[in-house]
């Protein structure tokens, strides 16, 4: 089994590689030009400024599947608790030959599943136990793979990064606007903090802007990729298909607070936690439409079938 997780069976995505390095080149930069401003407008403040921005970055990295498990209620389960869990994860990591993640079930009864972590050897998959008690086997394997697709593919790390920056953007400003380092430096005038007071906040707004919009349409197109991966691996788009369909109608059963509460990590999950009309009218989903998916699975389905 590979044990640099650099090359799995998971069919590479060229699409998928390309606008992940796209949108963290253009996020990159973004979050660099900001935390320039900021240190030429609060020059008495700068190392102060380059200290909170590289420790919380640096944090966010290497602590982003500790973070993002606490927050989902997520445990690590042994062999021994979730055989058939482990046992489909196992045939998968050695049908796509990589290394096999740390497995986890949050105690949820919303059907869904994420993975998380910054590289493969540091990656967490994640069930809810909704999802082990609505799926037949074929389907949860189907979702498994699913999910084994975005660490494959790293694009779990690149989401986690992308969606970090605008909110570290915010909290910049916040740090900067209530800090007290607008007025108090000694290079600072009225005037400089005036300008100051009007200037970051509306680039702190632009940068999370920008940082929202790329990372949607990163993680709608890296959901089809995922969605292709899992069934060009499995050989079983329609176990996949039936899984996205049960799932989604079950959310939407699922009680509105529920689903408010899951929605802040909504581009981590297998599928969005929305009610089914909030799901038509969301312009901004995390996720492509049901149907677009199902219509992928249809065609790969054809393609097998030849």
Same mark, same amino acid.
């Given at each position: 089994?590979?044990?640099?997780?650099?090359?799995?069976?998971?069919?590479?995505?060229?699409?998928?590689?390309? *606008?992940? +390095? @796209?949108? /963290?080149?253009?996020? $990159?930069? #973004?979050? !660099?030009?900001?935390?320039?401003?900021?240190?030429?407008?609060?020059?008495?403040?700068?190392?102060?400024?380059?200290?909170?921005?590289?420790?919380?970055?640096?944090?966010?990295?290497?602590?982003?599947?500790?973070?993002?498990?606490?927050?989902?209620?997520?445990?690590?389960?042994?062999?021994?608790?979730?055989?058939?869990?482990?046992?489909?994860?196992?045939?998968?990591?050695?049908?796509?030959?990589?290394?096999?993640?740390?497995?986890?079930?949050?105690?949820?009864?919303?059907?869904?599943?994420?993975?998380?972590?910054?590289?493969?050897?540091?990656?967490?998959?994640?069930?809810?136990?909704?999802?082990?008690?609505?799926?037949?086997?074929?389907?949860?394997?189907?979702?498994?793979?699913?999910?084994?697709?975005?660490?494959?593919? *790293?694009? +779990? @790390?690149? /989401?986690?990064?992308? $969606?970090? #920056?605008? !909110?570290?953007?915010?909290?910049?400003?916040?740090?900067?606007?209530?800090?007290?380092?607008?007025?108090?430096?000694?290079?600072?005038?009225?005037?400089?903090?005036?300008?100051?007071?009007?200037?970051?906040?509306?680039?702190?707004?632009?940068?999370?802007?920008?940082?929202?919009?790329?990372?949607?349409?990163?993680?709608?197109?890296?959901?089809?990729?995922?969605?292709?991966?899992?069934?060009?691996?499995?050989?079983?788009?329609?176990?996949?298909?039936?899984?996205?369909?049960?799932?989604?109608?079950?959310?939407?059963?699922?009680?509105?607070?529920?689903?408010?509460?899951?929605?802040?990590?909504?581009?981590?999950?297998?599928?969005?936690?929305?009610?089914?009309?909030?799901?038509?009218?969301?312009?901004?989903?995390?996720?492509?439409?049901?149907?677009?998916?199902?219509?992928?699975?249809?065609?790969?389905?054809?393609?097998?079938?030849?």
């Amino acid at each position: 089994m590979s044990s640099s997780g650099q090359h799995t069976r998971f069919a590479p995505d060229r699409g998928l590689t390309g *606008r992940m +390095v @796209a949108t /963290m080149f253009v996020i $990159g930069l #973004l979050y !660099v030009g900001f935390t320039g401003l900021l240190i030429v407008l609060l020059r008495g403040a700068w190392p102060l400024i380059v200290l909170i921005s590289g420790g919380l970055f640096v944090a966010q990295f290497w602590f982003s599947d500790k973070i993002t498990e606490r927050a989902m209620g997520a445990r690590p389960v042994t062999e021994e608790e979730y055989p058939q869990l482990h046992g489909t994860i196992d045939r998968l990591c050695a049908l796509a030959d990589m290394p096999k993640p740390r497995v986890a079930v949050a105690d949820n009864d919303m059907p869904n599943a994420f993975a998380t972590g910054r590289n493969p050897q540091n990656a967490v998959v994640c069930v809810t136990t909704g999802l082990l008690r609505r799926l037949e086997p074929e389907e949860l394997e189907g979702v498994l793979a699913h999910e084994l697709s975005h660490v494959a593919h *790293r694009d +779990v @790390a690149v /989401m986690t990064i992308a $969606g970090f #920056l605008g !909110v570290l953007a915010g909290a910049m400003t916040r740090i900067a606007m209530y800090g007290g380092f607008m007025g108090g430096g000694r290079n600072n005038n009225d005037q400089n903090a005036a300008i100051a007071a009007l200037i970051i906040p509306l680039v702190s707004i632009v940068v999370y802007a920008i940082s929202f919009l790329l990372t949607r349409l990163l993680s709608r197109y890296r959901e089809l990729a995922a969605d292709r991966a899992a069934a060009q691996l499995t050989g079983r788009p329609s176990a996949l298909a039936s899984a996205l369909t049960k799932v989604t109608g079950q959310i939407a059963a699922i009680p509105s607070e529920d689903l408010r509460r899951s929605q802040p990590y909504n581009a981590f999950y297998f599928a969005p936690a929305l009610s089914a009309k909030e799901t038509a009218a969301q312009l901004f989903s995390t996720h492509p439409t049901l149907e677009k998916r199902l219509a992928q699975l249809a065609k790969i389905s054809e393609q097998l079938g030849r």
